[in-house]
């Protein structure tokens, strides 16, 4: 299986703040990377895929980049419906593994 | 509206058999895969694997290999995860999510799940 490590585990930060969270693979991927939020007692919503492009209806302040192991999101401005678990995902080997998550609470 | 509802929660013993739905609504359930998704407690997200409405064809995770079984009825648009012997680990939140996928010319597809059910909380206790 792909193992995906992502970082930090946990972060706090403030309404407004530019926040970036990463996500490396166990081997290389290409662009087959997906991110995810989940907020308390929801599903999970689908941000990025591919690595970089953004999902219809999904605000722009959301960004991702990268491409074989090691990949980043990005929120430009964060907003209070930000703060939320973060989940990457590869689907370029079955399983398509997610990695462990962020949590992003507010400072 | 472009939607998986999910069946209600459950409460079940160690040994009790269980089977869950997903039905689709507002696209053509037959053309795009099933996947579901588990979370335990407090826990990640976790992909057991997926169906193909089409025709029938499964892919499961090493990790739930032979602990589940999918399944999908075309003609109510509906899929399944099933338990035949449930332990106490398989308590969890069970996901339901539609794959999306972006084509690239000449490689494998872009593969991402754009639609997911809300959700099926699965308790398993003596």
């Known amino acids: 299986d792909v193992q995906m490590t992502q970082s930090p585990s946990s972060l706090s930060a403030s309404v407004g703040d530019r926040v970036t969270f990463t996500c490396r693979t166990s081997?290389?991927?290409?662009?087959?990377l997906n991110w995810y939020q989940q907020r308390p007692g929801q599903a999970p919503n689908l941000l990025i895929y591919?690595?970089?492009s953004l999902q219809s209806g999904v605000p722009s302040r959301f960004s991702g980049n990268g491409s074989g192991t090691d990949f980043t999101l990005t929120i430009s401005s964060l907003q209070p419906e930000d703060f939320a678990a973060y989940f990457c995902?590869?689907?370029?080997?079955?399983?398509?593994?997610f990695g462990q998550g962020t949590k992003l609470d507010i400072k | 509206e472009l939607q998986l509802v999910q069946s209600g929660a459950e409460v079940r013993k160690p040994g009790e058999s269980l089977r869950i739905s997903c039905q689709g609504f507002?696209?053509?359930?037959?053309?795009?895969?099933i996947t579901w998704v588990r979370q335990m407690p407090g826990k990640g997200l976790e992909w057991m694997g997926r169906i193909d409405p089409s025709d029938s064809y499964t892919y499961y995770s090493p990790s739930f290999q032979g602990q589940v079984s999918m399944s999908v009825d075309t003609s109510i648009t509906t899929a399944y995860l099933q338990w035949s012997s449930l332990k106490a680990s398989d308590t969890a939140i069970y996901y339901c999510a539609r794959m999306e996928s972006a084509p690239r010319p000449g490689y494998t597809s872009y593969f991402y799940m754009d639609v997911w059910g809300k959700g099926t909380t699965v308790f398993v206790s003596s």
């Open positions: 995902q590869q689907s370029y080997l079955s399983p398509y593994t």
């Open positions: 507002g696209y053509r359930f037959a053309n795009y895969w």
């Open positions: 591919a690595a970089s």
């Open positions: 081997r290389p991927i290409g662009s087959y």
